[in-house]
């Protein structure tokens, strides 16, 4: 089974909806609602469309895991290669854990802890990707403890134009991240002359959810720029990472597929004569987005002056991008109609205004009708919270025909079991 980027991986068959060859509605039965349930095979091909546009190249591709951290996830891409873009010690753990290879991790933020630069230093990660010179020198002191020399690379603000490319941005001089684009030949002065540290490549990150070559073609000249400096300097740098934020398709969006991104950086890295370095890329989004659904039931119908609500079991605590960033996620009925349609907002059993995951969809439903709202695999799960000691919920990775538990529900009593009376 294989999946297109376009090609929808939640489908109906016969009026049921399906991910690959199972019903979505055996999969509520059997585990319950809300469940996060994901496509083995669409989550291998959004992974395989950037590795094939890499094949024959000098190439590391670097899953950002902090859009979808799960371990089997993590290991279902590290068995194809992937490396992994980490911004915490724990996700360094998990990455371990899940069988990652410590010598394809990046580990990107702008605050990493002297604990958290150590383990890593530890581990042997590839890269610290900086992102101040107060962050140089905290992980050059650390290694000087430990009598190591860490991997550094310079996450550098390319300063892309955002009136051009309105995308939710990260690389513009106004961010905390990255390290102004004037400062960066001084960082790198700075840490080639350092003992306890070698330089061994760059990197950048502009934003999220981008759906255009253009802006990345654009940080790429900008870091090539750099590159060119550099080697003027004597800096010869083994790695140039392009970042990751290429969007999907949540409603209309046209983002291009990875392939055509991989192209394009390729074109320019060739055309200015680094076709050489190894090539970077830290997608998370475009990996997992598609590849999940959060499979959820109507509670009940409430019929307000104004508006219906349909009242589901998963809220903004198991999915938050809506009451974050006013998301519009796609919601689809698992079966075939079983009322007459009415427009309804899709919400939660949260005490919270704010908890909404869609608003005016025109649904047949009853109560006890079962919703998916897919292309929910990035940032879902992650970004999952407690709120209303609400367990989080249940995640599954289909695969064909098989149904695999990858996380269990959270019980009630794990939500306190850290907690203590006084005495
Ligand atoms: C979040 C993040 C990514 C991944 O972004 P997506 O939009 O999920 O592709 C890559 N690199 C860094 C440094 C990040 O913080």
């Known amino acids: 089974m294989s999946f297109n980027s376009r ?14 060859e199972v019903a979505l509605a055996s ?13 083995k095979a669409a989550l291998l091909a959004a992974y395989r469309g950037y590795a094939q546009a890499l094949q024959g190249r000098r190439a590391l591709v670097c899953y950002a895991m902090k859009a979808n951290p ?31 290879d410590p010598a394809k991790v990046v580990f990107s933020g702008v605050g990493k802890s002297e604990a958290e630069i150590e383990a890593a230093l530890k581990a042997d990660i590839l890269s610290f990707n900086l992102e101040s010179i107060a962050e140089l020198e905290t992980v050059e002191r650390v290694a000087a ?57 760059i990197d950048c990150h502009i934003g999220s959810q981008i759906t255009e070559v253009r802006p990345y073609v654009d940080a790429a000249d900008r870091l090539l720029d750099l590159v060119d400096a550099l080697e003027h300097e004597g800096v010869h740098l083994h790695h140039i990472d392009f970042g990751g934020g ?34 970077m890329v830290e997608p998370g989004r475009s990996i997992i987005g598609r590849a999940g659904a959060l ?34 996620m796609n919601v689809k009925t698992v079966q075939p109609a079983t009322a007459a349609e009415a427009r309804y907002d899709i919400v939660g059993p949260v005490c919270e205004s704010g908890d909404w995951l869609a608003r005016d ?28 000691t609400r367990g989080r919920p249940a995640e599954v990775i289909v695969d064909g025909s098989t149904v695999y538990v990858v996380r269990r529900r959270e019980t009630v009593e794990a939500l306190f079991a850290g907690e203590s009376l006084l005495p």
């Open 361 to 388: 969809r025109d649904l047949a439903i009853s109560p006890g009708d079962l919703l998916a709202i897919t292309d929910a695999g990035a940032y879902g799960m992650s970004m999952a919270s407690n709120y209303n």
């Open 70 to 100: 799960n371990l089997a996830v993590l290991n279902l891409l590290a068995r194809e290669g992937s490396g992994f873009d980490i911004v915490s010690g724990g996700e360094l753990a998990r990455a371990l854990a899940a069988g990652g």
């Open 295 to 328: 499979l959820t039931r109507v509670l009940l119908l409430k019929h307000g002056e104004t508006k219906n609500f349909a009242i589901v079991d998963a809220a903004m605590n198991d999915l938050m991008r809506p009451a974050l960033y006013q998301a519009w």
């Open 27 to 39: 999969i509520a039965a059997r585990f319950g609602t809300p469940t996060y349930v994901y496509s």
């Open 145 to 201: 403890r430990l009598r190591k020399r860490a991997p550094v690379s310079v996450r550098t603000n390319p300063d892309v134009d955002p009136k051009t490319h309105p995308y939710i941005t990260t690389g513009l001089k106004s961010n905390k991240f990255g390290v102004a684009y004037a400062d960066t030949l001084a960082l790198y002065r700075r840490a080639a002359a350092s003992p306890h540290l070698t330089v061994v490549g």
């Open 246 to 279: 290429l969007g999907i398709a949540y409603r209309d969006e046209t983002p291009p597929a990875p392939e055509a991104l991989i192209r394009a950086l390729l074109a320019r890295v060739d055309a200015r004569g680094h076709g050489n370095k190894t090539i």
């Open 7 to 20: 090609a929808d991986v939640f489908h109906a068959r016969h009026g049921d909806l399906h991910c690959e």
